[in-house]
């Protein structure tokens, strides 16, 4: 698992391997991630979008930007916890 807090929030990353398959004739490898994000600010906070740099066993980089997170923009207040998988 992998966290970082920044201004009081603090995000966990937990990946796991779930396996490799073929796609046109080359080989991808499938991997699970929950990610866990905890407010230990003195403030309310929402997610609004994310923004994630994933990188491989290569070093190459992909990037993810999108809206909210599984199609939810949560508000976290103090001491709160939200939680997602995909």
Same mark, same amino acid.
């Given at each position: 698992?992998?966290?970082?807090?920044?201004?009081?929030?603090?995000?966990?990353?937990? !990946? =796991?391997?779930?396996?490799?398959? @073929?796609?046109?004739?080359?080989?991808?490898?499938?991997?699970?991630?929950?990610?866990? %994000?905890?407010?230990?600010?003195?403030?309310?906070?929402?997610? !609004? =979008?994310?923004?994630?740099?994933? @990188?491989?066993?290569?070093?190459?980089?992909?990037?993810?930007?999108?809206?909210?997170? %599984?199609?939810?923009?949560?508000?976290?207040?103090?001491?709160? !916890?939200?939680?997602?998988?995909?």
């Amino acid at each position: 698992m992998v966290s970082q807090i920044t201004r009081g929030i603090k995000i966990s990353v937990a !990946t =796991s391997f779930e396996g490799a398959y @073929f796609k046109n004739h080359k080989i991808h490898y499938a991997f699970h991630y929950h990610i866990t %994000i905890e407010n230990h600010s003195k403030d309310s906070v929402q997610l !609004t =979008s994310r923004h994630w740099e994933i @990188f491989d066993s290569l070093n190459d980089m992909e990037t993810v930007d999108g809206e909210g997170v %599984i199609g939810k923009k949560p508000v976290l207040k103090p001491g709160e !916890t939200h939680t997602y998988s995909s």
